[in-house]
């Protein structure tokens, strides 16, 4: 069975030595009181939830699945999951980054992402029951009218209601301009809606008493596309005015999916049936109020595969270290055994640091971006908020495209280092490889990612955020630059940049000349990109770590040596990425369908 330990000391690094969160969030009206130990005794408590409450029942749950009464329509979580959730309830963990007002504790967003990276690597299945309600959370908060808040918003704070988002239908996958499920106005304010929804996580289960669906749908008038859709609020029973549940709405599940991973999930077809439904926000304005709920979703999933990057990482090397098979091509290591420790082995250990680089890369990343986040969401001054919010809609598709890439190669060559016991269901980690595969699909495919970080926020305002972001890594390389032991982190990220700059342009006037262009070279854009946050990220915490390697802590020293691993072998991928992305749209479109 896979073991699980909060990477508490890397956290800390990431939030207190390399962003300095504390400091950054005192300056927000929000959080003007936080400090340090509050920060780290919510992590540390965090962390045993995960690892001590939901971690055992991964890869039981994983075994046992979810089952439907196809005569309720109602399904059973695996055992435990509910027992879990009722603590997870207990503990006040729904409400750590919640509004005061509706019950929440107020934590900032950044520290609910560390949360949530732990609970992924503790059991991604589990955690993908509470966190899609953030999301609808988040949908109501912004969107939802006053009356709609006072009741959703405190249960969903609580935990005692749980969440989902009802988008895609089975005809119409990401294109949501497709969808037919017909909401009809009733003379009292409420909709009938009826249709049918697909691969909607959570969408029914044991573990709470209500369930909050958020609906897209189109109003008999609406224009047609996505101009013509709203969102509406059903819920699984309609509560009464004082929050307390009345009769059970016209939203069943019609059908659990059999999947290749997250088993322990209920993935489910929802079929409405005349279900009652309330709108949110504006007629027609559907698809910008579910935004809040994609966005956060996007960010999630990026978390997902950096829970399991990490976990599948921690395992690996624990076997590592156990496992002995052949000598050291330069001579036995372990004298005292017949064999060597596999973690001698050179194409081991590039496995090894290739998921503890993508890790240690992508929770530097998370962090920052949630920072970012937590600065549109509470600052005062209108120009901090608006840079803030680009910089945010800037690395949302890197997030969840990159790290979700690299989760997939990360859990694969930690399986791999498992030899054959990787691909036993014991060892725990041929499910982070089946679960890790999900997360480069839902929330939008890797390629709408690409397609909407190059198209959309580099693109779309002619390079502006992109070339902003750019200028925060130019004056990190100006400042370190003429340090010689920086040398080795500064170059190459200075030489990236250029690089990126000069791609950016180059697919910019392609495009003029034909769109297709931006589809041809997005996916691997999207890659170069993503290195380009992890080299930045990287260089700065390399900076951090010279400055306290003589100290005696080995922490800065295995930084340094991650960091160096990072450039000398992971980096260097760019090289090709960057000739594949300018080799454009001729090899992909010459072909006549007919020779496929």
Known sequence: MPQYTP?????????????????????LPAHADLDVDTVNAVLEEGGKFASQVTAPLNLSGDKEGCVLDKTTHEVKAPKGFKEAYAQYVEGGWPALSCDPEYGGQGLPATVNL???????????????????????????????????KALYLPKLTSGQWTGTMCLTEPHCGTDLGLLRTKAEPQADGSYRISGQKI???????????NIVHLVLARLPDAPEGSKGISLFVVPKFIPQADGSLGARNGIFCSGLEHKMGIHA???????????????????????????????????GVGNQS???????????VAYAKDRIQMR????????????????????????????????????????YTALKLDVALNTDDEDERRAADDRVALLTPIIKAFLTDNGWLATSHCQQVFGGHGYIHEWGMEQFVRDARINMIYEGTNTVQSLDL?????????????????????????????????Q??????????????????????????????????????????????FAYLFARMAQVALAKKDGGDPFYTAKLHTARFYFAKLLPETATLIRTARAGLSPLMAMDEALF
């Open 328 to 367: 050291a091509l330069s001579g036995p290591k372990a004298l005292d055994k017949p064999a060597d420790p596999i973690i001698v082995h050179p194409d081991v250990r590039k496995m090894l640091l290739t998921a503890r680089a993508f890790a240690e890369g992508g929770r530097a990343l998370t962090a």
């Open 306 to 316: 950096l829970g399991l990057t990490e976990v599948a990482y921690q395992n690996a």
């Open 488 to 533: 080795e982190f500064v170059n190459p990220l200075a030489d990236l940049g250029d690089k990126v700059t000069k791609l950016s342009t180059e697919i910019g006037m392609k495009a003029f000349g034909n769109a297709d262009e931006v589809g041809a070279a997005a996916v691997d854009y999207l890659r170069v990109v993503g290195h380009l946050c």
């Open 7 to 27: 990477p508490l000391r890397d956290m800390q690094f990431v939030l207190h030595e390399l962003l300095d969160a504390v400091g950054t969030l005192r300056q």
């Open 114 to 148: 560390c949360f949530y990276e732990m609970l992924n690597s503790a059991n991604q299945a589990w955690t993908m029951y509470p966190g899609l309600s953030h999301g609808a959370y988040e949908a109501l908060h912004a969107h939802g009218t006053p009356e709609q």
């Open 454 to 486: 190059l198209g959309r926020k580099v693109l779309g305002d002619n390079g502006a955020k992109l070339r902003a972001f750019g200028k925060e890594i130019a004056e990190f390389v100006e400042e370190h630059g003429i340090s010689e032991e920086m």
């Open 199 to 209: 691969f909607i996580s959570a969408g029914e289960h044991d573990l709470a008493e």
């Open 265 to 299: 999930n209920a993935t489910c077809q929802m079929l409405l049936d005349g279900a009652i439904g309330w709108l949110v926000g504006q007629p027609n304005k559907g698809l910008m109020a579910m935004f809040v709920m994609m966005n956060a979703a996007r960010l």
